[in-house]
């Protein structure tokens, strides 16, 4: 009876009692398939045709073979090991409709808290040429009862190192701890003009406690001059970026704070010049993971999104991002503009038209 030879390459039938050493020509190798070519692993010959790989004589002779190669072993059948876990699968979300971030929301008024800073050595280097002398120091803080009274809960005393945040008219009768003088940056060393308390280290700078005591001023002293800046912003899929293109910001005098839903800006740079700025932002971010990056040109606002995917826009569309205090008061002091087309609903300021504009040289209206 002719049986089946199962050598790689051979496939002839052949009688047991005549199966002689060279009765057989196969591969004793794997096969290969690689850049296109084929072949076996025993042998050197290639081709990129399929039918004349199948078609390739073998290299070996031998005897033939009625034993079938076992069928490799699948995941399922191999239950002795145990089995890898499973890979998590992560699924990129598109934009959530209205209705749905309504109901998943966070409030707004939640407490906000300061977002720790970065501050590059090259911006350290360029606050250390300003080389600000005493003459720009800021006075006093100080507020009168009518300015205090229309401050809103959750205000920040502006006070330099003063973290006090105002509860209603309670907070005024609290002392104020801050620096009467301005931030210095000199060899190396950071300090304050008011107390000379020196160190190397930036972050030890920022938390030095103040040097005078007196009123909290929570709507911002009168000698800084309020501006608009230009602003732009991209994002990944766990990571909202928004840059501020203010120079020479002074990380010791700024802020930017945030709850899960509200971005509150407020940078001093070039000296004299400060920008606000608050937002009601599109999705919900984590605040213990968002952070601030201060270089010479410009401040990036990092925000960690609570959860990866893509938002439509910067802000929600019923959202105004405005300016407080200051900004309002020099926006009217500026030449009047008629407050023309239909964008009252939207940040002029943080639009991306803008932007486009600006860049093409055209003024909006």
Not at 70 to 87: G, I, L, R, Y
Not at 149 to 158: E, L, Y
Not at 303 to 313: D, F, H, V
């Amino acid at each position: 009876m002719a049986l089946l030879c199962y050598n790689k390459g051979c496939g002839q039938r052949f009688d047991p009692e005549h199966n002689a050493k060279d009765s057989c020509l196969y591969h004793p190798g794997v096969p290969i398939f690689h850049d296109a070519l084929k072949g076996w692993s025993c042998c050197k010959k290639r081709t990129t045709d399929f039918s004349e790989f199948l078609s390739i004589k073998g290299c070996t002779k031998g005897f033939h073979s009625k034993e079938k190669p076992p069928e490799p072993f699948s995941q399922e059948d191999t239950s002795d090991k145990p089995k890898a876990n499973p890979v998590e699968e992560l699924i990129i979300q598109g934009p959530k409709s209205a209705e749905k971030m309504q109901r998943e929301r966070p409030s707004s008024d939640e407490p906000r808290q300061r977002l720790p800073v970065k501050v590059s050595r090259s911006l350290e280097q360029a606050l250390e040429k300003l080389n600000l002398s005493s003459k720009n120091e800021a006075p006093e803080g100080s507020c009168t009862g009518e300015a205090a009274a229309q401050v809103r809960p959750g205000t920040t005393c502006k006070n330099a190192a003063c973290k006090a945040i105002y509860q209603g008219p309670e907070s005024n009768t609290e002392v104020c701890t801050f620096h009467p003088g301005v931030p210095v940056f000199h060899e190396g060393m950071k300090y304050w003009s008011c107390c000379g308390v020196k160190t190397t280290d930036f972050s030890a700078f920022l938390e030095q406690l103040g040097c005078s005591s007196g009123q909290h001023c929570w709507t911002g002293k009168g000698d800084k001059k309020a501006v608009s800046c230009r602003q732009d912003w991209h994002q990944t899929s766990s990571q909202v970026v928004v840059t501020v293109y203010a120079k020479n910001s002074l990380p010791a005098l700024s802020s930017v704070k945030a709850n899960r839903t509200v971005l509150e800006v407020h940078i001093i740079f070039e000296g004299n010049k400060i920008f606000q700025a608050e937002l009601d932002l599109w999705g919900v971010i984590e605040t213990e993971k968002s952070f601030v990056s201060m270089v010479p040109t410009k401040v990036e606002i990092m925000l960690c999104k609570a959860s990866p995917g893509s938002w439509a826009r910067l802000e929600l569309p019923q959202s105004r991002s405005h300016s407080h205090g200051e900004q309002k008061e020099a926006a009217n002091a500026e030449e009047p503009r008629a407050a023309q087309g239909g964008d009252s609903d939207d940040s002029l300021s943080w639009s991306e038209e803008e932007d486009e504009e600006l860049e093409m040289g055209t003024p909006s209206n």
